[in-house]
């Protein structure tokens, strides 16, 4: 059974920073995605099972970085320069295939519970 434990979310303002982290038991394409109160699950960002391939959201690029630490089994997301609509709640979330970067929700087999991020104006 594989565990997504999610950990950092809080409330922060508006140009701030955040680091979300995800302990993984496994090694999998992770990604990110977040869900804002009457809104669909999208997705932010994603990483291969390596750490050598990274893709963005285009409403997210060149603010947010996601990482991976192996020693450690565990995926990174730095968010910095935050903004009122990043508030969400975030979850990981760990496939198998990386197939040149999946975006979708159902690319993914496995979900941590979610931590909640908040940007005030």
């Known amino acids: 059974q594989v565990q997504l434990v999610e950990s950092g979310g809080g409330l922060v303002q508006a140009g701030g920073s955040l680091r979300l982290s995800c302990a993984a038991s496994?090694?999998?394409?992770m990604g990110w995605f977040r869900q804002a109160p009457g809104k669909e699950r999208e997705f932010v960002a994603t990483?291969?099972?390596?750490?050598?391939?990274?893709l963005y959201a285009d409403s997210v690029k060149g603010r947010f970085t996601i990482s991976r630490d192996r020693t450690k089994n565990s995926v990174y997301l730095q968010m910095n320069s935050l903004k009122p609509e990043d508030t969400a709640v975030y979850y990981c979330?760990?496939?198998?295939?990386?197939?040149?970067?999946?975006?979708?929700?159902?690319?993914?087999?496995?979900w941590g519970q979610g931590t909640q991020v908040t940007v005030s104006s």
């Open positions: 979330a760990g496939g198998s295939r990386w197939n040149g970067g999946p975006r979708s929700s159902a690319d993914y087999d496995y």
């Open positions: 496994g090694r999998y394409v």
């Open positions: 990483i291969s099972s390596g750490g050598y391939s990274t």
